[in-house]
Nanobody
Framework: EVQLVESGGGLVQPGGSLRLSCVASGYSWSCMGWVRQAPGKELEPVAAIDTDVGKDYKDSVKGRFTISQDNVKHTVYHQMNSLKPEDTAMYYC??????????????????WGQGTQVTVSS
């Protein structure tokens, strides 16, 4: 079983930056993703990283968000720059332990962290 623990959320002004971290333990994973959920909205995958294939981003965050991994620390990072109020959401780290086709699909992930809140507001 995979355990995922996120950290790094908080309150930031528009245009600011935050870096989220997700420490993974317990099992090897094929793909890791960051999925967000704004109040009253559905879960929305925004970034994913697959060691063999590469990285994927939702169009609305391309050029602003960067996903990366540190295999020694078993950690996946989510650097978020030029944050906008519409980026406000609970951000979840998610892991897939079997090969998947659509890295930006919620249903591809079978393990989830507890989430960390990101609020972008002046």
């Amino acid at each position: 079983e995979v355990q995922l623990v996120e950290s790094g959320g908080g309150l930031v002004q528009p245009g600011g930056s935050l870096r989220l971290s997700c420490v993974a333990s317990g099992y090897s994973w094929s793909c890791m993703g960051w999925v967000r959920q704004a109040p009253g909205k559905e879960l929305e995958p925004v970034a994913a990283i697959d060691t063999d294939v590469g990285k994927d981003y939702k169009d609305s965050v391309k050029g602003r968000f960067t996903i990366s991994q540190d295999n020694v620390k078993h950690t996946v990072y989510h650097q978020m720059n030029s944050l906008k109020p519409e980026d406000t959401a609970m951000y979840y780290c998610a892991a897939a332990t079997t090969p998947i086709r659509d890295r930006l699909s919620v249903g591809s992930y079978n393990y989830w962290g507890q989430g960390t809140q990101v609020t972008v507001s002046s």
